[in-house]
């Protein structure tokens, strides 16, 4: 499992090939779009985004505490990654409430 993550959650390895890397991608964009995000009143997008954020989050902090050496470093740098994101989506809130 923890191989799994690794490779879902976008570390890079030096044989990715184009197949795994446009599945990653295709990923990436089911992400609604910022500004899908900030325009009207729905919180719904904002509260999805967040949770699957915080669900993959989650799942790498496990693989920092339990993984191998090697898996735990990966991890901890997309942990670092998603807590970045989490961050930037909490900041665009509450800019959003101010405008």
Do not use: C, H, W
């Not at 964009?29 to 985004?49: C, F, H, I, K, Q």
């Not at 902090?61 to 191998?68: D, K, T």
């Amino acid at each position: 499992m923890e191989d799994s993550l690794l490779s879902e959650g976008g570390a890079a390895s030096a044989g990715v090939g184009s197949v795994d890397l446009a599945s990653r991608l295709d990923s990436l964009l089911t992400y609604p779009s910022l500004g899908r995000l900030l325009e009207g009143d729905d919180r719904a997008l904002v509260n999805d985004m967040r949770g699957r954020l915080m669900k993959r989050l989650r799942a790498f902090e496990r693989v920092v505490r339990q993984g191998n050496p090697q898996d735990a470093a990966r991890a901890a740098r997309v942990v670092r990654a998603y807590t970045l994101t989490i961050d930037f989506l909490a900041e665009l809130e509450s800019g959003r409430g101010k405008g």
